[in-house]
């Protein structure tokens, strides 16, 4: 499978517990992205990787979100002290080096806090 | 980048045409007009984009009038596979983020 994957699918937490979960995007693909989705919105965005640098971070990632993608490969997304308001989909997309093709996203994670 | 205003729902017959119109009169000269839609429980699945030339490709076609103000996808043979949320957005090619409204809930009936 060349899509982009994202682990775990679902996670349940209770609140004030920390959480991560992580994307592998297409090899090929230089550019990573994670947004989040809550129920009968479009999803937004939250932060940008170009290999390793993350070059643009939402003002909704606050400083509980954290994340890194060593390497440039996978990346990682971090919730420390989880609120109930976080409970969302966690999308990851990845897109190839160049400007202007579409992105290809992964299934999404789903967090509920509880 | 340039709001975009779409209908909140639609509804089509299978196989018949299904037209999305999507407007966006405030786009810039170097803004390209992208589509994506959104299966349930999926993440979103790029279908087209255009800048002021139509596009066809095997899922769809895009046509966008001369004035770049607005534009419609066209699934020229609805299926059941494609009721799905689709998501209209201008952007410039070299940004990077995506900003998604709320797109329009498109319901293909047997």
């Known amino acids: 499978d060349t899509g982009v994957s994202q682990d775990p699918r679902h996670k349940i937490t209770k609140r004030g517990q920390n959480v991560t979960f992580r994307c592998d995007p297409i090899s090929e693909h230089n550019r990573l992205y994670w947004y989040r989705q809550t129920l009968g919105q479009g999803p937004e965005f939250l932060t940008y990787f170009q290999n390793e640098a993350q070059l643009e971070k939402s003002r909704l990632l606050s400083d509980r979100f954290s994340a890194e993608r060593p390497k440039g490969s996978f990346s990682t997304l971090e919730i420390q002290r989880t609120e109930q308001g976080d409970s969302a989909m966690y999308l990851c997309?990845?897109?190839?080096?160049?400007?202007?093709?579409?992105?290809?996203f992964g299934s999404g994670t789903r967090l509920t806090v509880v | 980048d340039a709001k975009t205003t779409q209908p909140t729902s639609m509804d089509c017959a299978e196989g018949r045409a299904a037209n999305l119109p999507c407007n966006h009169s405030?786009?810039?000269?170097?803004?390209?007009v992208y589509w994506y839609r959104q299966i349930h429980s999926q993440g979103p699945q790029y279908i087209i984009h255009g800048l002021k030339n139509n596009e066809t490709n095997e899922m769809a076609s895009l046509i966008i009038t001369e004035d770049r103000k607005s534009s419609t996808l066209i699934l020229p043979h609805a299926t059941l596979r494609d009721t799905a949320v689709y998501y209209c957005?201008?952007?410039?090619?070299?940004?990077?983020?995506?900003?998604f409204g709320q797109g329009t809930r498109l319901t293909i009936n047997p």
């Open positions: 997309a990845s897109s190839p080096p160049g400007t202007g093709g579409g992105y290809t």
């Open positions: 405030t786009i810039s000269g170097n803004e390209y």
């Open positions: 957005i201008v952007r410039v090619r070299e940004a990077q983020k995506l900003v």
